[in-house]
C-alpha cells in the first residue's frame, strides 16, 4: 500500500513539474483563441523574427517584452528556447518567438494585433 501511495505521488508531482513548465497556455480573446502568458496577457509573433531568431531587441523589446524563458528551460509541446542578442533566453512557439506587448493592460486583451502590419497574436 505504501509503495503504491508513493509511487501514485511521485507520477503526480512529475505531472506538476510538466505542467508548471509549460511557458504559456491558451486563452479566450474577441480574435478567439491566443497564446497567453501566465497572467493571461496575450502573446505576439513579429513578422521579422526568422525562424528561431528574435529581430525585436534593445528600444523594440521595451514596447515587446520577450517571453524569458528561465536558465535550463527544455524544449518540448512546440515550445522551443531562442537565444536572444544579449545572450538571454526566450521562449518561442513552432519556431517563432514569443513576445507580450506593454498597450495590453489587462489579461485578454489584444491590441497589438497587427500593429505596424507585422505583429500578430500567436495562435495555438
Given amino acids: 500500500m505504501l509503495r503504491q501511495v508513493l509511487i501514485a505521488t511521485a507520477i503526480f508531482s512529475m505531472t506538476g513539474l510538466a505542467v508548471a513548465a509549460t511557458p504559456a497556455k491558451v486563452g479566450d480573446t474577441t480574435l478567439g483563441k491566443v497564446l497567453v502568458?501566465?497572467?493571461?496577457?496575450?502573446?505576439?509573433?513579429?513578422?521579422?523574427?526568422?525562424?528561431?531568431?528574435?529581430?525585436?531587441?534593445?528600444?523594440?523589446?521595451?514596447?515587446?517584452?520577450?517571453?524569458?524563458?528561465?536558465?535550463?528551460?527544455?524544449?518540448?509541446?512546440?515550445?522551443?528556447?531562442?537565444?536572444?542578442?544579449?545572450?538571454?533566453?526566450?521562449?518561442?512557439?513552432k519556431g517563432q518567438p514569443l513576445y507580450t506587448w506593454v498597450k495590453d493592460s489587462k489579461p485578454g486583451e489584444t491590441t497589438g494585433e497587427g500593429v505596424n502590419q507585422v505583429w500578430h497574436v500567436a495562435k495555438p
Fill in 37 to 93: 502568458d501566465e497572467k493571461g496577457m496575450t502573446l505576439y509573433t513579429f513578422t521579422k523574427d526568422s525562424e528561431g531568431k528574435s529581430a525585436c531587441n534593445g528600444p523594440c523589446a521595451k514596447n515587446w517584452p520577450p517571453l524569458m524563458a528561465p536558465a535550463g528551460a527544455k524544449s518540448g509541446d512546440g515550445y522551443t528556447v531562442v537565444q536572444r542578442e544579449d545572450g538571454s533566453q526566450q521562449w518561442a512557439y
